[in-house]
């Protein structure tokens, strides 16, 4: 079984939603999406504790929702009102801290990826 698969990625017009998934042998304390953008750093997007506190980037906020399926082992990150320049890379993270965060150093597993494109 993979550490973490992200399913869901996808093209979409500015305006639109798009739904992400993440399951895996590593479903932890922490979890958390990453996007990366051509020739820029790996951004941390949106994080989840074990207990559904939620901490969420600025760029973000108030369009993309972060969720888990304990039961179904399964993260979430459900995006409206997309723009082009979420248009990235976007990566499931892991980790075993008991508070989760936007820092790549907080996560030791990750997913390879998969591409979110939103045209203008």
């Known amino acids: 079984q993979e550490d973490l698969v992200e399913f869901g990625g996808g093209s979409v017009q500015a305006g639109g939603s798009l739904r992400l998934s993440c399951g895996g042998s590593?479903?932890?304390?922490?979890m958390a999406w990453f996007r990366q953008s051509p020739g820029q750093e790996r951004e941390g997007v949106a994080s989840v504790d074990k207990d559904g506190v939620t901490i969420y980037s600025d760029s973000v906020k108030g369009r993309f929702t972060v969720s888990r399926d304990h039961g179904k082992r399964t993260l979430y990150l459900q995006m409206n009102s997309l723009k082009p320049e979420d248009t990235a890379v976007y990566y499931c993270?892991?980790?075993?801290?008991?508070?989760?965060?936007?820092?790549?150093?907080?996560?030791?597993?990750w997913g390879q990826g998969t591409q979110v494109t939103v045209s203008s």
């Open positions: 993270a892991a980790g075993v801290l008991a508070n989760s965060g936007l820092e790549k150093r907080l996560y030791q597993w």
């Open positions: 590593h479903y932890t304390s922490i």
